[in-house]
């Protein structure tokens, strides 16, 4: 939850405009929606093996089906790197528990 000035809940049109698009533009990716992040929130909850059933609940469907056949996608390298630097922008003070491995360039 964003808190506005006066300390009250944000409204959802406020929290896109003013926090996640700004940083999803200092991520390189450009102008977001709301509808793009709950894509993006189905398919990290999916990277991050939380059961389907929970996802489901989380976004509302009536059904798992639609959970994974519309909004779960497999995240690449290139997006898992994207999705990072907006985590780093939102949550600044979360500290990052995956662990890096440096692989060597073939």
Do not use: C
């Not at 959802?12 to 533009?25: C, E, M």
């Not at 509808?35 to 798992?64: C, M, T, W, Y």
């Not at 990072?84 to 528990?97: D, G, M």
């Amino acid at each position: 939850m964003f808190a506005n000035r006066q300390g009250k809940p944000m409204s959802q049109s406020k929290i896109l405009t003013d926090v996640l698009q700004p940083t999803a533009g200092k991520a390189g990716l450009g102008h977001v929606t709301w509808r793009q992040f709950r894509h993006v929130h189905s398919s990290l909850l999916n990277d991050l093996k939380v059961p389907v059933k929970i996802a489901q609940e989380q976004l509302g469907h009536a059904s798992v089906s639609t959970t994974l056949n519309i909004y779960t996608h497999v995240v690449d390298a290139s997006h898992r790197a994207a999705i990072e630097q907006v985590e780093r922008q939102l949550f600044p003070t979360v500290p990052n528990r995956r662990k890096r491995t440096l692989r060597p360039i073939p």
